[in-house]
């Protein structure tokens, strides 16, 4: 146990919340110690939680984020009071956002220090991004108020953002952790006459599509199961890619990124079931990829996300997988037999050779100077170990290393992109790397995003990580170049576009290998940190400064802009 107690079985109140958070089964803190967050921090680290000093809070906050969603338990990121707490937030808000289980422990200001320079109202700016506000209120409750904050993290799936006042932190209450009680959360199982409602439409639907969201993440069996007797094919939305893996009647991701063949297939569906996926404007192309006539149902433990993107002909308030199982017994009573519908041999046929775009055959556009990202990342494909994670950044670039980096499941892939900030991938992919240590850990990042959070670099080379980042460099916020040349012919793109930048020797300088790449035999160059990487002896990340060809515009990129 730590320090912080006294004869009289009293402790501090900020050693008594990191006893109660390493009871209540927290996974890594994540964050930046001042001395508003000293203590709780090394409590929680004499318990045995694992602690990872980031060298800003919002790369923190995002780590802690995809650490969370990567690793199936709590992340929590730590920050001092007042400028901590606002450095991190937009990674907080993109947890928030995200439905992330995440604990925000940050300390706070006391109540009367009214002309702190550390004075916010951390209350509401916790609230302005979506998370909910929790606070430490007097020592007696602290123990209360911690195992609260817990509960409606996991529960509920909300980030919360504890604040620690420094009066309160400072004060003694009785130690009595032991009788912390870990919640467990609940499940909800579907009404019987919404499940029988769902199964008369998957019997009278002839080519049914699923698609499975972040609430389906856990229930892929069950999901498929129940696929492969109504005849549906099944497809993930962007933060659920992987999910469906090893099925032939996996289209991949629907959405912005679908190859030509999986939006024509979902385009095709008579009905689109989204388990756990609210079926959103990224997801379904602003709605284009449902037909006319289409059915749509909705399966989604919360009711307020049923319908809330688009209009829907059903919505089943229930756990994914629950309804899954459910609605497979009342349609195997009156369907004993598994219907071909749309599953048939020769849509998974088109579907092996045309789900991704990595198989998609497209011109390359590489130039003496500079490497059509589509081969750069067709090639890295080949060339990087199969057991991967997969995080991306935000830009022009990120449909490639979604859609032509194959992963082994629904855990090798971390989008964080519910705000749609540049600069978190390479915090992403620390986060992701500690959840799942097994995997090579990937990044896809562009320059301007790689650029905006390359302190953690410097964190990445410290923890000896074996991360690759593919950095593709156009030299230029791609996104916004492409979008207002194509909206305004001969604007002045000057305020997005930038000097090339030699990114491979600034990771070089933070102790990263670094290498530049202008064309598909300059990677050769990775070949001797792979064979280090391969034979376990690699321990310093590989930076790929890739010199891109432009694209003239991702084929997501027109979708993308359109939700602005």
């Not at 992330?100 to 951390?122: G, Y």
């Not at 579907?351 to 775009?357: E, F, H, N, P």
């Not at 690759?468 to 207002?484: K, S």
Request: some cysteine; charged content about 15%.
């Amino acid at each position: 146990m730590s320090g912080g107690s006294d004869v009289t079985g009293q402790v501090r109140v900020s050693t008594l919340v990191g006893r109660t958070m390493a009871a209540l089964g927290v996974g890594h803190v994540f964050g930046v110690v001042g001395s508003g967050n000293f203590d709780v921090t090394s409590t929680l680290m004499a318990e045995g939680i694992p602690f990872t000093a980031a060298r800003h809070e919002g790369g923190a906050a995002t780590m802690a984020d995809a650490y969370g969603r990567m690793s199936g338990r709590v992340g929590v990121v730590t920050t001092h009071q007042g400028c901590g707490l606002t450095n991190a937030i937009t990674g907080v808000g993109e947890a928030a956002k995200s439905r992330t289980p995440m604990i925000v422990l940050t300390a706070d200001t006391q109540a009367a220090a009214t002309r702190s320079n550390f004075k916010i109202n951390q209350d509401a700016l916790a609230r302005s991004v979506g998370a909910v506000a929790e606070r430490i209120h007097s020592p007696a409750t602290a123990i209360a108020d911690t195992v609260r904050a817990f509960r409606t993290a996991v529960n509920e799936r909300r980030t919360v953002v504890l604040s620690l006042p420094l009066d309160v932190q400072s004060a003694t209450a009785a130690d009595e952790v032991g009788a912390v009680v870990v919640p467990q959360p609940s499940v909800t199982r579907p009404d019987t006459a919404a499940v029988e409602k769902l199964v008369a439409l998957l019997a009278a639907a002839e080519r049914p599509v699923f698609v499975a969201g972040r609430g389906g993440r856990g229930a892929r069996n069950e999901i498929l199961a129940l696929a492969q007797h109504a005849g549906a094919l099944v497809a993930t939305s962007a933060v659920a890619s992987g999910l469906f893996n090893g099925d032939p009647h996996n289209l991949g991701i629907s959405g912005g990124f679908s190859s030509p063949l999986t939006a024509e297939l979902i385009s095709g569906a008579d009905l689109i079931v989204g388990w756990g996926c609210t079926l959103n404007m990224w997801t379904m192309r602003h709605g284009r990829l449902i037909s006319a006539g289409t059915t749509v149902v909705q399966v989604d433990v919360e009711d307020s996300s049923l319908g809330a993107n688009r209009p829907i002909s059903l919505g089943v308030l229930g756990d994914s997988g629950l309804t899954a199982v459910d609605a497979l017994a009342v349609l195997r009573s009156s369907q004993p037999e598994p219907a071909e519908k749309y599953r048939t041999e020769a849509n998974a046929l088109a579907i092996k050779g045309g789900s991704r775009w990595r198989d998609v055959e497209t011109p390359d556009l590489s130039t003496a100077e500079s490497i059509d990202p589509r081969e750069l990342t067709r090639e890295l494909d080949t060339l990087l170990p199969a057991e991967r994670i997969v995080s991306v950044d935000s830009g022009n670039f990120m449909g490639y290393p979604s859609q032509y980096l194959a992963v082994p499941d629904e855990f090798g892939f971390c989008f964080t992109q519910a705000f749609q900030a540049i600069g978190l991938g390479l915090y992403t992919a620390i986060g992701a790397a500690v959840a799942q240590p097994g995997r090579l850990p990937v990044l896809g990042a562009g320059d301007g995003g790689f650029l905006m959070g390359i302190s953690e670099l410097e964190t990445a080379v410290r923890m000896k990580l074996p991360l690759v980042c593919i950095v593709y460099n156009d030299a230029a916020y791609g996104a916004e170049v492409h979008h207002f040349a194509g909206q305004h012919s001969g604007q002045d793109l000057a305020s997005v576009v930038f000097p090339d930048t030699d990114i491979a020797a600034i990771a070089r300088g933070f102790g990263a290998d670094g290498v530049t790449v202008r064309s598909v035999a300059d990677l050769a160059a990775i070949q001797p940190w792979l064979e280090a990487y391969d034979a376990g002896t690699q321990d310093r990340p590989l930076v790929i400064d890739a010199k891109i060809a432009s694209d003239g515009g991702s084929w997501w990129l027109a979708e993308a802009f359109q939700g602005h």
